[in-house]
């Protein structure tokens, strides 16, 4: 095959976008931790979706404009590291086919190697045995392939980027010693592999179809526009629980959870079973929710905007709600729960986009929030190292706005930063102190353990309670309580003043108030209890 033209490439899209689908759950039981938070999978799973369910939309003869309209959506579509990462893969193949109608071999060669350079460009500091090393040895030895045996065929180019792709992630545990470790290869690595495979699968006359089990949900649906903000997604589905869904499930707190997204809400359990129904403007969300606690007997999205369409046609048009007031400035944050949403509100945050471990939000969530806005300078505080990228990527997008991106990774550090805001002081002044505030404030959360492992020689089994103190593991036993009184024990020292201990749904206050008495029993630190209601993690701790 000596070229692609536009409708091979749309197969091409669409099979890589299917074999990403049918292997999202794998690639998330790739995580490196413990903890029930892997959702690289879902993560590329939506990014890739949100951008080729544009591009098979486009009509355009040339593969030029089918890669522009496939980069926008997933520019805007990314969601996690893992997402946005992929985003500009795809982002430098367009820049170096964008003025073609079809691709040839040698530049279907160079196209990837463009992709994997930009990528690499757009991180600060790349980390080798991840995708961005998958994706550069593949494109080079593919590259240097295809120049020296002067190769003519597409389906040979592709075969080999698949070969030599699979090659360099089965090496990431070398360059990762955390993955040797724990005995699994990069998971954003893995999911590039899957998308590279679909598209060779389609080169051959083979376009990869969703399997049963992923074709239920329209997983590009992430936002609707103008009226749909009203009715969004009706979103139903009934779960039979898992081991931990079994262990852990509230229908209380599976209901405050589901209201951080959506109204309407209705959560009944009969023993394994849960039936579920919220109506939102983020389905997939509710739908991750619900994948955390068990398996979908029963998943149904529908369009609710769809069935108000000829009402509102005869309805007067509305007048437009009237702009913000201006200001100087004006703070986005990301918040996992109602409860750590009101603190961040409380401390003068404008916009709480919802979201946190498990739940990024993407970069068009980002842009969204920026234009509800009217300040002169915007600062975004993502509170997790997943959601930076995405972040500093709607900074780009929002180019002629002044846009400050402060790279705080936890919650306590993005609390920090909101209690040391001034807003009478200078730009230059708020950012210095608000960095000052996130480098000095110390974090910590505990959860509980979906497998057994080991993390830098702790041993740590299933069910169990980690305590997780910056970025390590350092605390795995059976008890809760324990497992947080251990983790305070490396947190404090004589120096610490303040701890800031938010409670989550897994949690309530009566344990929150034995950590905070056994933090006053062993130092002089003041204690600062919230309901954070949070998912995921029983305990959040900061402390200054």
């Not at 790349?126 to 998958?134: A, C, D, K, R, S």
């Not at 209705?266 to 606690?293: F, N, S």
């Not at 080991?454 to 809760?480: A, N, Q, R």
């Amino acid at each position: 095959m000596e070229s692609i033209n536009s409708g091979l490439l749309k197969d091409m899209l669409k099979s890589g976008m299917n074999n990403l689908a049918n292997h999202s759950a794998e690639i998330d039981a790739l995580n490196v931790f413990p903890v029930p938070d892997g959702d690289t999978g879902t993560n590329m799973n939506l990014t890739f979706s949100n951008g080729v369910k544009d591009a098979l939309k486009e009509d355009a003869p040339t593969v030029g404009k089918i890669c522009k309209t496939l980069s926008r959506g997933l520019l805007m579509g990314a969601r996690g590291n893992s997402g946005v990462i992929t985003s500009q893969i795809f982002r430098g193949f367009y820049q170096a086919v964008e003025d073609l109608e079809e691709i040839d071999a040698m530049q279907l060669a160079n196209a990837l190697v463009n992709g994997s350079r930009v990528a690499y460009r757009a991180v600060m500091r790349p980390v080798e045995g991840t995708i961005l090393t998958v994706v550069r040895e593949a494109a080079d030895y593919t590259y240097a392939y295809t120049v020296t045996e002067e190769v003519e065929d597409c389906v040979a180019v592709m075969q080999k980027m698949v070969e030599e792709a699979n090659e360099s992630l089965l090496r990431t545990p070398e360059l990762l010693p955390v993955l040797e470790e724990v005995g699994v290869v990069d998971s954003g690595g893995k999911g590039l592999c899957v998308i590279l495979e679909g598209f060779l699968s389609a080169l051959k006359g083979e376009v990869v179809e969703l399997s049963e089990s992923t074709s239920n949900v329209d997983a590009s649906q992430t936002r609707v526009e103008g009226q749909e903000e009203e009715y969004g997604f009706c979103t139903e589905f009934i779960l039979r629980l898992n081991e931990n869904g079994m262990r852990h499930f509230s229908e209380e707190q599976f209901r405050e959870e589901l209201a951080t997204i959506g109204n309407s809400i209705v959560c009944v359990q009969d023993e394994d079973l849960v039936k579920v129904h919220v109506h939102t403007l983020e389905p997939k969300t509710a739908i991750k929710m619900g994948k955390r606690q068990g398996r979908f007997v029963k998943l149904k999205v529908e369009n609710m905007q769809e069935q108000h369409d000829n009402i509102l046609e005869k309805e007067e048009t509305l007048p437009e709600s009237a702009p913000q007031e201006h200001k100087k400035y004006a703070i986005i944050t990301v918040a996992p729960g109602s409860g750590v949403d009101a603190m961040f509100k409380e401390l003068r945050a404008d916009v709480v986009i919802g979201g946190g471990q498990t739940m990024n939000p993407s970069t068009e969530d980002f842009v969204s929030a920026i234009a509800k806005l009217n300040a002169d300078h915007i600062l975004i505080l993502p509170n997790n190292s997943n959601i930076v990228l995405a972040a500093q990527q709607a900074q780009q997008v929002c180019e002629d706005q002044d846009i400050h991106v402060l790279p705080t990774k936890t919650i306590p550090q993005g609390l920090s930063a909101c209690v040391m805001f001034n807003p009478e002081v200078e730009l230059e002044e708020n950012l210095e102190e608000m960095q000052e505030a996130i480098d000095h404030v110390k974090s910590g959360e505990v959860t509980y353990a979906i497998k057994d492992t080991t993390y830098e020689g702790l041993e740590i089994k299933k069910d169990e309670y980690m305590g997780i103190f910056g970025k390590d593991i350092v605390v795995s036993c059976p008890d809760c309580l324990e497992a947080t009184k251990r983790l305070v024990d490396r947190m404090l020292d004589e120096d610490s003043e303040l701890v800031t201990l938010i409670y989550g749904q897994e949690s309530n206050e009566e344990q929150a108030q034995v950590i905070a008495d056994y933090i006053e029993e062993i130092s002089e630190a003041e204690v600062e209890i919230h309901d954070g209601k949070q998912p995921v993690y029983s305990f959040i701790l900061g402390v200054e």
